[in-house]
Nanobody, 121 residues
Framework: QVQLVESGGGLVQPGGSLRLSCAAS????????MGWYRQAPGKQRELVAA???????NYADSVKGRFTISRDNAKNTVYLQMNSLKPEDTAVYYC???????????????WGQGTQVTVSS
């Protein structure tokens, strides 16, 4: 069982910044991709950003140039630095981690509980 603990959400004014963190713990052999998704009220969950074990990144067009995803492999933690926040960034943000529990075993995906980000004046 792998647990993901998210932190860093909250209320921020337009143009402000927030940094989300997500720490993974439990029966982990290797972590592969890590990512952040978000879901606004009445909308489907969408990919915000992802990062591979080698450090390659992928971003939604709507956040390119404003958000930065990074990871600390020693801490099994992924971060999302969000700058120049807009009201349309308001959503519940979920982290996810792709991992296996032994060498050569199947890869599983685990999700965080979600953290609310609200951008409003």
């Amino acid at each position: 069982q792998v647990q993901l603990v998210e932190s860093g959400g909250g209320l921020v004014q337009p143009g402000g910044s927030l940094r989300l963190s997500c720490a993974a713990s439990g029966s982990i052999f290797s972590i592969y991709a890590m990512g952040w998704y978000r879901q606004a009220p009445g909308k489907q969950r969408e990919l915000v950003a992802a990062i591979t074990s080698g450090g390659s990144t992928n971003y939604a067009d709507s956040v390119k140039g404003r958000f930065t995803i990074s990871r600390d492999n020693a801490k099994n933690t992924v971060y999302l630095q969000m700058n120049s926040l807009k009201p349309e960034d308001t959503a519940v943000y979920y982290c996810n981690v792709d991992y296996n529990i032994t060498l050569g075993s199947a890869v599983f995906r685990s999700w965080g509980q979600g953290t609310q980000v609200t951008v409003s004046s």
